[in-house]
């Protein structure tokens, strides 16, 4: 089955680390997306990559940091940074062009300890 | 400056009727409208789509109503179920172009 494989669920991190989040799809898509979740607040847009080795900022980059080396992941890394780090956050995917619609994985839940 | 503003926050419906949940848009380059749902601990998913060159669009259930003119769009569930007791984002982008811009969420709860 193609799909959006977000891991771990649940992290937990402690006061100054950094922490890798993973996305893999195998849904042969170009675009790819991290967004942020918190309660009344929508989902904000973080990193996005429309092409493997480029990704741009969205509206709430800084405390984080993207890769895309490959087509299938894209791995968002939250780092120390980041003063308010405990979220869901959500990775998506789509295709490039005219009309499309993203795939979201199933979240993960990043808590501050 | 929030691009897509969507109304209520929340919304209660008894089972049967008919669910309504708003959104405006301040960027008049946005041509693609979709709606999510979102389950609890699940990402959202697609439920319907629609581009300014049509008014309205239906689905089953699900109907997008838009109005250009006013910068508006909404989602109406007609016989809302308590299977439908979600989050449902509205969101825009300019097709092909920018990443979605999505709403704050609504979150519905059908009630027997």
Redesign the interface.
């Known amino acids: 089955d193609g799909g959006i494989t977000q891991s771990p669920k649940y992290l937990f991190r402690k006061e100054g680390q950094n922490v890798t989040l993973s996305c893999e799809q195998n849904l042969n898509h170009d675009a790819m997306y991290w967004y942020r979740q918190d309660p009344g607040q929508g989902l904000r847009l973080i990193y996005y990559s429309q092409i493997v080795n480029d990704f741009q900022k969205g509206d709430i980059a800084e405390g984080y940091s993207v890769s895309r080396e490959k087509k299938e992941s894209f791995p968002l890394t939250v780092t120390s940074a980041q003063k308010n780090p405990t979220a869901f956050y959500l990775c998506a995917s789509s295709r490039r062009g005219e009309d499309y619609g993203y795939t979201f994985g199933s979240g993960t839940r990043l808590t501050v300890v | 400056q929030q691009q897509v503003k969507?109304s209520p926050?929340s919304l209660i419906v008894q089972k049967g009727g008919i669910s309504i949940i708003n959104c405006a848009y301040e960027n008049t380059a946005f041509d693609?409208f979709?709606w999510?749902q979102q389950f609890p601990?699940?990402?959202?998913?697609?439920l319907i789509?629609i581009?300014p060159d049509v008014s309205e669009k239906k689905e089953g259930r699900f109907t997008i109503s838009f109005n250009k003119s006013a910068k508006q769009f909404s989602l109406h569930i007609m016989d809302s179920q308590p299977g439908d007791s979600a989050t449902y984002?509205c969101a825009a982008s300019i097709?092909?172009n920018t990443?979605?811009?999505?709403?704050?969420?609504t979150r519905l709860s059908v009630i027997a």
């Open positions: 969507q926050q693609y979709p999510y601990g699940k990402g959202p998913a697609l789509a581009r984002f097709s092909g990443p979605l811009v999505f709403g704050k969420g």
